[in-house]
């Protein structure tokens, strides 16, 4: 600390400053506070009631891993979803349990916090399970990253940060097999063994408790022989969901070898890869899938069609969409160069494969250093809901944002989510990729509906379109460069400018 | 060994009532006694006035409870950065958009000119009173404003506040060495 500083502390500290709270005010806030956290919480559950598809019946994540300690707790994960997923098969066990899983599955994230504790060994992992996507990711105590697709084209990817190494492995085989013996097996205990059902008092509140027992389920850990097995699923009375589990394994004596907690809860989002979870772009990937073609085999596989040895192989983006909240009513909004409402879903937007939102976390500056609302940082975080606390309001006029990549990147598309929840078009809008931040050189524009150059940048001849759920997808072009700025001057309803979120679909200029 | 594994068993503890606030009231009213008088002592430090920093206040943990489910963090660290992030965020947006913000001014300055020649050396900040630095410290840039709040009411440390603010912690350093420099200025009166 420096001179000044330390004396500037030190008159700090002298000085009289009435900064007693008012406990009243302390205690009315308090009341208000906790009433608006159950009012949003019911405007979300009804609106995520509503807008429910069919639950899927979601498959539990393999047990089998190449991490010692993380191998107890994805055989938990499995012995929980697999617990779920065995009185969905049957259809039978209590009710409240049914409508628990239901609550529970019709999420579209789940997050856990998992505490293993092995003898003096405390470890933490943190979970998610996107069921609707059947995918489930990891990050265990030592950062290392598991990922397990079950869906089409399953797989396992494991990122290990020693190494920065993924690997891509087979989810098939006997991963899946352990996987269907165990929801057998626990479909099986289900039908003939007793759940008991109890309340229990969890945090203050009361909560409903299922428990049971299972002998000799077959595991090991750190070579002893697990005899008995017992789980506790909590969930929360109102919502139904569970919230918590506790798992117990112990050996023949009765002693406990391992002891695992969970915190679930029930985020609105999550990783859609594993590079959202710190795996960095450039990690070196190993396939260690066998391939099919040319293996004699007692099935033989049908051949398919050889990938393109020039060009590149493409797929559709994965783009995740928040949920519709447009309210109000249909406006003419009168721009003279509106594109037409689509009347339908986009249609799938073709990249490279490898293309990713390499947007996401990185750093965004403003032509507005200090934002009305919000902070910049929301720009960027992933969360494209139209809420409170999920936009920035930038000041009147025209203003722009800046998003570095941190890294030379081939840009496919930009999609832009001002503000959808409610009908209105941004004025102006000016998209524009560079490789300096001063975008001097090399810059690139590839957006321009400035019909009549206000923004002094061009005059462009993009229609203007109103704001959806699904953002604004403009083809990058595979433009190259490290910086995205992005402009618009106000919008149909006022002249502030709003951004939720910016995401920039590429791939590092050097792979 | 006991001594070693409390605090991060207690670390812990915190950490779980973060992710038990998205979806539990109990738990958020834990985390709002934890945190009421921490960001009303911010609010006053930011905006002068009790009443005002009783309203920014409560705009504050209401836009917690509205948003607390979509919260990303699972750390308390997390927490205390977001909820200052919103804290900074609503105390300039306040700031600027009210014309109190004048009336608090005029009312320092007031106080200012009555003791501006008692600063002789500005370097011994020990002659100020509060009303006087407060209407320097406005004369800052707000997001100045809101860093020199953090380091010496709040005591915070550059890593913490570069996390509210969005800020690498030299960046922070530096800002702070210069905003000090900048208030000495602003207290000897040179524009």
Redesign the interface.
């Known amino acids: 600390m420096s001179e000044n500083e330390s004396e500037f502390r030190k008159m700090v500290a002298g000085l009289r400053i009435d900064a007693e709270p008012n406990s009243v005010h302390r205690d009315q806030l308090r009341r208000q506070m906790l009433q608006a956290f159950e009012r949003a919480g019911v405007g979300r559950q009804t609106t995520e009631d509503r807008g429910q598809k069919a639950v899927r019946r979601d498959r539990p994540p393999s047990t089998v891993s190449h991490l010692p300690l993380g191998r107890l707790a994805i055989a938990a994960a499995v012995l929980i979803a697999g617990t779920l997923g065995a009185w969905s098969l049957l259809g039978r066990g209590p009710t409240s349990f049914q409508q628990v899983r239901l609550a529970t599955q019709r999420m579209p994230w789940l997050y856990a916090v998992v505490s293993r504790c092995q003898g003096p060994d405390v470890r933490t992992e943190r979970h998610w399970y996107d069921f609707a996507a059947q995918k489930a990711f990891a990050v265990m105590d030592d950062s290392s990253v598991v990922g397990w697709e079950y869906g089409v084209g399953a797989r396992k990817l494991v990122y290990n940060p020693r190494v920065q190494t993924l690997q891509i492995g087979e989810l098939s085989g006997a991963g899946v097999n352990v996987t269907e013996n165990l929801v057998s097996t626990f479909a099986a205990f289900a039908s003939r063994d007793k759940v008991t059902r109890s309340t229990a008092q969890r945090e203050g509140q009361t909560v409903l408790a299922f428990e049971y027992e299972k002998s000799e389920p077959g595991l090991r850990i750190s070579n002893r022989v697990v005899n008995r097995l017992k789980i506790a699923l909590m969930a929360e009375p109102r919502t139904r969901r569970v919230v918590a589990a506790r798992v117990e394994y112990e050996d023949g004596g009765g002693s406990v070898l391992a002891r695992e907690d969970w915190v679930m809860s029930y985020p609105s989002s999550g990783p859609a890869t594993v590079y959202d979870l710190n795996v960095p772009a450039w990690a070196g990937t190993t396939d260690t899938r066998q391939r099919p073609i040319g293996t004699p085999s007692d099935a033989p596989t049908a051949i398919g069609t050889p990938a393109p040895t020039s060009g590149l192989r493409l797929a559709p983006l994965e783009i995740r969409l928040p949920k519709p909240t447009f309210t109000g009513t249909s406006r003419d909004f009168r721009l003279p160069n509106l594109e037409r409402p689509r009347g339908a879903a986009r249609p799938p937007f073709l990249a490279p494969i490898g293309t990713m939102n390499v947007a996401l976390g990185k750093p965004v500056s403003s032509s507005d250093p200090e934002p009305v609302i919000g902070s910049l940082d929301a720009i960027t975080d992933g969360d494209k809901e139209a809420l409170e606390g999920s936009f920035v309001e930038l000041s009147p006029g025209p203003q722009s944002i800046t998003l570095d990549l941190q890294e030379q990147c081939e840009v496919y598309a930009v999609v832009v989510w001002h503000y959808h929840r409610w009908q209105r078009a941004y004025v102006d809008v000016l998209v524009q990729v560079a490789q300096d931040p001063a975008f001097k050189t090399g810059v690139r524009t590839i957006f321009n509906n400035d019909a009549d150059n206000s923004l002094g940048l061009g005059a462009g001849t993009d229609l203007s379109y109103v704001e959806t759920y699904e953002g604004k997808l403009i083809d990058g072009k595979g433009a190259q460069g490290r910086y995205v700025r992005l402009f618009t001057d106000g919008n149909t309803h006022d002249d502030l400018n709003h951004y939720i979120e910016v995401e920039v679909y590429g791939r590092p200029s050097d792979k | 060994m006991v001594a070693i594994m409390a605090k991060p068993v207690e670390q812990?503890a915190y950490?779980?009532l973060v992710?038990?606030a998205?979806?539990?009231?109990?738990?958020?009213?834990r985390l709002?006694?934890l945190y009421?008088?921490r960001i009303?002592?911010f609010c006053?430090?930011r905006l002068f006035n009790?009443t005002t920093?009783?309203d920014v206040?409560?705009s504050v943990?209401?836009?917690?409870?509205?948003?607390?489910?979509?919260f990303?963090g699972?750390t308390e660290q997390d927490f205390r950065s977001w909820i200052y992030?919103?804290a900074a965020?609503q105390a300039?947006?306040h700031i600027?958009?009210t014309m109190r913000r004048k009336r608090l001014l005029s009312n320092a300055l007031g106080h200012r000119q009555a003791d501006a020649e008692a600063i002789d050396d500005p370097?011994?900040?020990?002659s100020?009173?509060?009303p006087t630095?407060y209407a320097a410290i406005q004369e800052l840039k707000?997001?100045h404003q809101t860093i020199l709040t953090l380091r010496?009411?709040e005591n915070m440390d550059y890593d913490e506040i570069g996390r509210v603010v969005?800020a690498r912690p030299a960046t922070i350093r530096v800002t702070?060495?210069r905003t000090?420099?900048r208030l000495q200025e602003v207290l000897r009166g040179e524009e």
């Open positions: 812990r950490d779980d992710v038990l998205k979806t539990q009231a109990g738990a958020l009213g709002y006694e009421y008088d009303f002592r006053v430090h009790k920093a009783e206040t409560s943990f209401l836009t917690v409870a509205r948003t607390m489910r979509e990303k699972n992030t919103i965020n300039n947006a600027r958009k370097a011994a900040w020990s100020l009173d509060w630095l707000p997001e010496f009411f969005d702070l060495h000090l420099r």
